[in-house]
């Protein structure tokens, strides 16, 4: 059976700086597909530079945390914090919601005004997920669930990764092994939403990525492309540039991001790919071309 890979960017819009590197791994290297910040500092940037590139995939990255909402506060009121801001981290936001001090209409609300306001761009859009994973939590999810349904989108991500690559040099194992124990904390919520996905006929593919964020490297993802299963398969990056807005904003992921472009528009990385049979698509399983490799161009 045929082996194929999403490869699938976070926070595109985040700043310009993220959205350099996102088109860069893209138009350069084997980035098939990006999720969309829809009221992020760089969103308005990205939208006028993804209608030059129709090849890639395009879903909403549904902002719940560290971030500002979409619709007026009034609307959302149990979703934000006084400074008008949702709650800057997904601890306190889980935890809210796990105390019933977040009114659930009010998520459907925002997350609908999100979907909204990147098809009224006319992006045809490939799939759903979160920032910071937050519709992992079942309740959330059947929200995420039914708005995919009504907005025809096929692909909603469920954010929990069945095995992890080998490590390798430059890396992390204290941050790997937190990681690690979080995602295998999300078992349980991850059986219940492929349940739920399945019976409303939404595909939730097999997915990686999550364990090693912040922290891929060559030898991770050469390991995760020969082991891929039979079927299609999400990988989760963050590829970007450092820029000013990114040094200004409470994230882990700086650095990193450059390197993981660097990552993705290697020729080792793709020529892994053709070694292994893998075909790259997007969500929405249209095939994305594979980019020309050194090793191909020598032989040509």
């Known amino acids: 059976m045929l082996r194929s890979l999403v490869v699938n960017a976070d926070d595109l819009g985040l700043t310009v700086g993220v959205n350099n590197g996102i088109f860069d791994a893209h138009d ?12 992020a500092t760089a969103t308005v940037d990205a939208i006028r530079r993804i209608r030059s590139r129709p090849s890639l995939g395009v879903g909403v ?35 809210a919601c796990l ?11 925002e997350l609908t005004a999100q979907i909204d306001r990147i098809r009224s761009e006319g992006i045809r859009l490939t799939h759903l997920d979160a920032h910071k994973h937050v519709h992992a939590y079942p309740p959330l999810f059947a929200i995420v669930a039914r708005l995919a349904n009504r907005f025809r989108i096929p692909v909603v991500r469920v954010p929990y990764e069945r095995w992890s690559p080998v490590r390798g040099d430059g890396w992390h194992p204290y941050v790997a092994l937190r990681q690690s124990l979080l995602n295998l904390a999300m078992l349980p919520w991850a059986r219940w939403n492929h349940r739920t996905a ?24 050469r390991a995760t492309i020969r082991r891929l299963r039979p079927g299609t398969t999400e990988l989760m990056v ?18 990193s991001r450059a390197r993981e472009v ?25 095939p994305v071309p594979m980019p020309l490799t050194r090793s191909v161009r020598n032989v040509s």
């Open 28 to 39: 350069r290297g084997i980035l098939t597909s990006a999720s969309l910040f829809a009221n």
């Open 61 to 95: 990255h549904l902002t719940l945390v560290d971030g500002a909402p979409t619709l007026p506060p009034s609307r959302v009121a149990t979703l934000i914090q006084d400074d008008g801001r949702f709650r800057g981290s997904w601890k306190p936001f889980i935890v």
């Open 99 to 109: 105390r019933g001090c977040v009114a659930l209409n009010q998520v459907e609300r």
């Open 198 to 221: 399945a019976a409303r006929g939404i595909r939730a593919p097999e997915f990686t990525g999550r364990v090693h964020t912040g922290v891929l490297n060559a030898m991770t993802i």
């Open 238 to 255: 963050h590829p970007g540039y450092v820029d000013d807005a990114l040094r200004q904003m409470p994230t882990r992921l700086r650095s």
């Open 262 to 286: 660097a990552l993705l528009c290697s020729d080792a990385t793709a020529d892994a790919l053709i070694d292994e049979r893998i075909q790259l698509v997007r969500h929405d399983l249209v």
